[in-house]
Nanobody
Framework: QVQLVESGGGLVQPGGSLRLSCAAS????????LGWYRQAPGKQRELVAG???????NYTDSVKGRFTISRDNAKRTLYLQMNSLKPEDTAVYSC?????????WGQGTQVTVSS
């Protein structure tokens, strides 16, 4: 049973930064590409960024140049460094496999960008 536990969210002013973490049980870090997804109120969940086992990254256009995804396979942890945050980045952020989610979603972590 794979468990995904996200952390690091919070309230930040526009232009601020946050670093999200995703800890995963099981062996998914040895097998799968991983990604960060987000869901804003009233909107569908969208893929924000993905990273392959060897570190090749992919970003949705709206976050390119601002967000950086990384992974530490030894620690079984996925990260998302978010800089220059905008109000439209407000959402619940979750991690899962990339490009398609294979496992049950964790609780996610809320990111709110507001002055």
């Amino acid at each position: 049973q794979v468990q995904l536990v996200e952390s690091g969210g919070g309230l930040v002013q526009p232009g601020g930064s946050l670093r999200l973490s995703c800890a995963a049980s099981g062996n998914i870090f040895r097998i799968y590409s991983l990604g960060w997804y987000r869901q804003a109120p009233g909107k569908q969940r969208e893929l924000v960024a993905g990273i392959t086992i060897v570190g090749i990254t992919n970003y949705t256009d709206s976050v390119k140049g601002r967000f950086t995804i990384s992974r530490d396979n030894a620690k079984r942890t996925l990260y998302l460094q978010m800089n220059s945050l905008k109000p439209e980045d407000t959402a619940v952020y979750s991690c899962n496999t990339f490009p398609s989610p294979r496992f049950d979603w964790g609780q996610g972590t809320q990111v709110t960008v507001s002055s």
